[in-house]
Every structure is written in C-alpha cells, then in structure tokens.
C-alpha cells in the first residue's frame, strides 16, 4: 500500500518569494509521482510527473519537482511566486507497473500569496 | 474535444433519495475512476474501470455502484444517499492501466445531502 503526507495544509507567501510546499511518501514499489493544481470550483490540472529518467521534473507554469529517493520526498518549488498561483496543490503516487491508475492523493496544501 | 464531462454540477439530495451521477469522455481512454474530495482528506477512490465491462472497488466503495457498458461512459448510482456523502465527486480518466499514464479530471459535482 501507499500513502502520502503533505507537510503544512496552508502555506503562505508573498509575491515574488520563493514557492516550497513539501510532499512524502511511502510506497512498496518505485512509484510514479503527481503533483495536481485545483483552483476554486475546478477540476484537478496536471502541473508535472515522475516516471523514469531524470529526477528533476519540470511542469507548467514555472513549477518543478524533484524525486529524491533516499528521502522518499517530492517536493514542489518555484522561484517566484505570482498572484495567479494560489490554488489547492496535491500529491499524489501511483505504484509502479500496471497499476490500473491507482493514485492516492495527499491532503492537500493551499497555497495562498499575498501582495 | 470536451474530454472529461460531469453532470450535474450541483445537486442536493434528502437522505434516502437515490439519483445517478454521469460521467462522460471522448478521449477513447480504456481507464476510468470516480473519486471523492472531502475537505482535509485529499481525494480518494471510490471506484474504476479498466474497460467496458470491467469494474472494481477503491478505498471507499461503500453506498455506491457502477457500471460500464460502453468507453465514454461511466456512471456513479447512489442507491439511498446518506448525509455522510455529501462531498464534490470527479471522474477521471486515463489512457491505459499503465502507472506513470496521466489521469485527467472533470469538472467536478458537488453532492449535497439532507
């Protein structure tokens, strides 16, 4: 089984600042690993995956992640954040192989930005 | 294309009361799943579909059905809804059974029960 924990359920930020919301997890099987965007009333948007290959992900709109084993971490960064990235982030792992989509989700980190 | 279509957007529901969620795609994607999100809970898995005919339980399978008998659609029943249903409910979809494959989401219901 698998699981993943989200560390900080709101995070805050001021513009421009650097953005770091942190995500653990376990997993039994090398997993694939998501981060999801949701803005209010929205559905989830993919921001960037892991797969294979490079441990260094970049995603849309000037996120990136990056896979670290040892730490089982995959935290999401941006160097600056804007007023248009507050939003509700998660993490989410699907095991490795066929897993039949099987993604288990965090609990979410709201990220809030302020002036 | 739509992609992933959910209807209704919003519904409420008195306790006992049964009613049908849709969930559409013309992604012609062979996975399909239904998840819940409750506040400070993240999303979690109801139930899926790797295929027309082919259906499984998730983590909270509990209080609802589903069928597929066709690709593009993927209906959730609630047989008699509880208040402790009330949540927003996505559909997804993704192009294999595959891990790593991207799951793609609809816009979401929110259910609320009396």
């Known amino acids: 089984a698998q699981s993943v924990t989200q560390l900080g359920s709101h995070v805050s930020v001021s513009e421009g600042a650097l953005v770091l919301l942190r995500c653990n997890y376990s997993?039994?099987?090398?997993?694939?690993l998501f981060w999801y965007v949701q803005y209010p009333n929205q559905g989830l948007q993919l921001l960037l995956k892991?797969?294979?290959?490079?441990?260094l992900v970049k995603g849309i709109n000037g996120f990136e992640a990056e896979f670290k084993k040892s730490e089982t971490s995959f935290h999401l960064t941006k160097p600056s954040a804007h007023m248009s990235d507050a939003a509700e982030y998660f993490c989410?792992?699907?095991?490795?192989?066929?897993?039949?989509?099987?993604?288990?989700f965090g609990q979410g980190t709201i990220l809030t930005v302020h002036p | 294309n739509a992609g992933v279509t959910q209807t209704p957007k919003f519904q409420v529901l008195k306790t006992g009361q049964s009613m049908t969620l849709q969930c559409a795609q013309d992604?012609?994607?062979?996975?399909m799943s239904w998840y819940r999100q409750d506040p400070g809970m993240g999303l979690r898995l109801i139930h899926y579909?790797?295929?027309?005919?082919?259906?499984d339980q998730g983590e909270v399978p509990n209080g609802y059905n589903v069928s597929r008998s066709t690709t593009e659609d993927f209906p959730l029943r609630l047989l008699s809804a509880a208040p402790s249903q009330t949540s927003v409910y996505f559909c997804?979809?993704?192009?294999?059974?595959?891990?790593?494959?991207?799951?793609?989401f609809g816009p979401g219901t929110r259910l609320t029960v009396l």
């Open positions: 997804a979809n993704q192009r294999s059974g595959l891990g790593g494959d991207t799951q793609y």
């Open positions: 989410a792992v699907m095991p490795g192989g066929t897993s039949y989509g099987k993604l288990t």
């Open positions: 992604m012609n994607h062979e996975y």
């Open positions: 997993s039994s099987v090398p997993p694939y």
């Open positions: 892991y797969t294979t290959g490079a441990t």
């Open positions: 579909s790797v295929g027309a005919g082919i259906t």
